[in-house]
């Protein structure tokens, strides 16, 4: 199965940054997109960057300028870079990969999957 396993996070005063990383794992698994979403308390989860193999990418639309996000294929990693944070920017942070499984080197099926999370407190 896949495996999300995140690092970074914590507490910051508003202003500051953080940066999020993750790895992806598993055999007979592609990692055609990574990227984190997030759950503010009280409120659902939601999308905050996606980065595809070939590198395009898609941010929410309130972190737009201010977090970047970067893979290294090679390695299955996926960095979220987050600057100018606000206390709105606190959430827990899952990491996420979708892709395919394969079965004996054909295509089996279509996967979704989130890390454990990690929590990014920013204080005001």
């Known amino acids: 199965q896949v495996q999300l396993v995140e690092s970074g996070g914590g507490l910051v005063q508003a202003g500051g940054s953080l940066r999020l990383s993750c790895t992806a794992s598993?055999?007979?698994?592609?990692?055609?997109?990574l990227g984190w979403y997030r759950q503010p308390p009280g409120k659902q989860r939601e999308l905050v960057a996606v980065i595809d193999s070939d590198r395009p990418t898609n941010y929410a639309a309130s972190v737009k300028g201010r977090f970047t996000i970067a893979r290294d294929n090679a390695k299955n990693t996926v960095d979220l870079q987050m600057n100018s944070l606000k206390p709105e920017d606190t959430a827990v942070y899952y990491c996420y990969a979708e892709g395919a499984h394969y079965s004996n080197g054909i295509f089996d099926r279509h996967y979704k999957w989130w890390g454990q999370g990690t929590q990014v407190t920013v204080s005001s």
């Open positions: 598993g055999s007979s698994y592609s990692f055609d997109y």
